[in-house]
């Protein structure tokens, strides 16, 4: 089908496979997008609630939306542009849930398309769609693309940070330093865990500037202004550079339990904080739990999969996959270690992997949504792992017969992502909402 669109278009190759993974996920992240139960608490906070407020003098919606104050809205709205594009779709579709999720589905079904240009331009061009797959059917992508908030689009935010910022590093492309900009002005308006993950897609331009005078000449400059736009955007946000409210910013908003009970004090969640959530029981109790917390969000399957698919499913189909999965797990550091040899930029996969969870350790806990912005680099890195047996086997086979274990490991793929997408569809009925 593909080679056929080719033939009848002067689309690219790498343009047609991104249309095409855009349009599926679009598909699949819109079916029964409009289906809920009778009462859908978060679409009633939203509609009923905020979106009034643009009515008000802009006074008011700055210190709403703009300040760092913490609100009683689970999902921590400061973001007033969201705002606008869903008062924007209700206008058009009417006051539906249809209309309240389209954005975040239209959003989040980008990040499929940037995980494939990630890893077509930066690390192995032949793994570009099935490591696609892997992130759009993952079943924490799918439901947060279908939420209405905007932490799958935050998904997409990040991977596009990433993107312009190995473009930057490894490119030496100067012109990334444009949407660079842009997107990091985004970061503070969406979902907070964007805020420590943005620091992925920077580690690589951090390198060059220190090992090469040349990087330096080239990027000064635009890297002079882009931190200049974001000092002034942080003194905007924190009344001319308040500590309190930098601590707060920090602090996700009272969100997360970091720093001091000032950091908190307004949050919504700041009556049920509890002893073990302060500093001084950070290193007895805290990290003990969270690091317990972690092993078993892996090790259930909510990692690969969401909690309602281990709570009705948790039986034979996982204890089967999961041999195979952390096999593949441990073979693709490995193989991270290994090329970074050759490919330093391999490390940052690790490093990411690993700071998606090291901050949530010190703070509210390893969730499916805090956890996010890991999945990309997390199924990566598994992909890596089931290459490795792949590239050795195909060593010693003939060129002509080498393609037949890649079409093995897409076809595994594609059933993996089947089965995520079934399920969670299955489930959708009784637990609508997640």
């Known amino acids: 089908m593909i080679p056929a669109i080719f033939k009848f278009s002067s689309l690219s190759r790498r343009a047609v496979e ?34 009034p407020t643009l009515d008000r003098e802009w006074k008011h919606l700055r210190y709403e ?49 940037l995980m494939a240009e990630l890893v077509r331009r930066f690390f192995r061009p032949d793994l570009a769609i099935p ?9 924490s992508v799918i439901s947060f693309a279908r939420t209405g908030g905007y932490i799958g689009p935050t998904l997409s935010l990040s991977l596009a940070i990433i993107v312009c910022g190995f473009s930057v590093a490894f490119e030496n492309n100067k012109k990334a330093w444009r949407p660079l900009a842009f997107l990091l002005f985004l970061v503070p308006f969406f979902y907070s865990t964007v805020r420590y993950y943005c620091l992925i897609g920077l580690i690589g331009i951090a390198w060059k500037f220190v090992a ?47 720093i001091t009970d000032q950091t908190v004090k307004e ?11 302060r500093l001084s029981s950070l290193m007895s109790e805290m990290i003990p739990q969270r690091i317990a917390d972690l092993s078993q969000f892996y090790t259930t399957g909510r990692r690969f999969f969401n909690h309602r698919y281990v709570a009705t499913r948790f039986g034979s ?61 997390d199924m990566f890195i598994m992909l890596l792992g089931a290459c490795v ?21 897409l076809a595994a793929v594609v059933v993996y992502g089947y089965h995520s997408i079934r399920t969670y569809f299955a489930d959708y009925i009784q637990f609508p909402n997640l």
């Open 131 to 139: 490591a696609a797959i892997l992130v759009g059917a993952h079943q």
């Open 317 to 377: 189909t996982w204890q089967t996959m999961q041999p195979y999965i952390f096999t593949f797990l441990g073979l693709g550091v490995l193989s991270c270690i290994v090329h970074s040899i050759t490919r330093q930029r391999y490390l940052i996969l690790l490093a990411w992997s690993v700071w998606s969870w090291v901050p949530l350790l010190v703070t509210t806990g390893i969730t499916p949504n805090r956890m996010l912005l890991g999945v990309p680099c």
């Open 267 to 277: 949050g919504f969640e700041s009556d049920k904080i509890k002893a073990e959530h």
């Open 65 to 113: 939306f703009l300040s760092m104050r913490p609100n009683d809205s689970n999902q921590s709205i400061n973001s007033p542009f969201w705002l606008y594009i869903i008062q924007l779709s209700l206008s058009i579709f009417g006051k539906s849930l249809f209309a309240y999720r389209l954005p975040d589905v239209l959003l989040t079904a980008f990040a499929p398309v």
């Open 212 to 258: 090469s005078k040349e990087f330096r000449k080239t990027h000064l400059v635009p890297l002079g202004a882009t931190a200049g736009m974001m000092i002034a955007l942080g003194l905007a946000l924190t009344q001319g550079g308040s500590l309190d409210q930098a601590l707060i910013f920090i602090s996700a908003r009272g969100e997360q339990f970091l």
């Open 389 to 409: 047996p792949i590239d050795l086997i195909n060593k010693v086979l003939p060129e002509r017969a080498r393609l037949i274990p890649r079409l093995a490991l």
């Open 18 to 51: 991104n249309i095409c993974l855009y349009l599926g996920f679009l598909i699949i992240y819109s079916l029964w997008l409009n289906s809920v139960p009778e009462k859908f608490e978060l679409f009633e906070n939203w509609v009923d609630f905020y979106l």
